[in-house]
Nanobody, 127 residues
Framework: QVQLVESGGGLVQAGGSLRLSCAAS????????MGWFRQTPGKEREFVAA????????SYANSVKGRFIISRDNAENTVYLQMNSLKPEDTAVYYC????????????????????WGQGTQVTVSS
């Protein structure tokens, strides 16, 4: 069973930066596509970014493109989300997720593509 644990969330002023981490255990991390999603109360979970198992291919939501960077360290079984130029509308609970299907495509934007999820970490951006 794959376990994912996020960390790095917190309170930051608009324009600031945060780096989220997601540590994986219990599976073959290097064979998983990994994604970051976020959710606010009353709204559906929203795609933020995804990275292929080798790390060479990434995908971003338009709302974060140019500000957020997803990366991974397969030796450390960890995926990261560097968030820069944060805006109040980035406030949400951020979740990492693992897709073990060894495929990659537009479906990476869909929460249903991911089998394993972390518990989430709160990011709050004040104006």
């Amino acid at each position: 069973q794959v376990q994912l644990v996020e960390s790095g969330g917190g309170l930051v002023q608009a324009g600031g930066s945060l780096r989220l981490s997601c540590a994986a255990s219990g599976g073959t991390f290097s064979s998983y596509a990994m994604g970051w999603f976020r959710q606010t109360p009353g709204k559906e979970r929203e795609f933020v970014a995804a990275i292929r198992w080798s790390g060479g291919i990434t995908s971003y939501a338009n709302s974060v493109k140019g500000r957020f960077i997803i990366s991974r360290d397969n030796a450390e079984n960890t995926v990261y989300l560097q968030m820069n130029s944060l805006k109040p509308e980035d406030t949400a609970v951020y979740y990492c997720a693992a897709d073990p299907t060894w495929t990659w495509g537009p479906k990476q934007l869909e929460p249903t593509e991911y089998d394993y999820w972390g518990q989430g970490t709160q990011v709050t951006v004040s104006s």
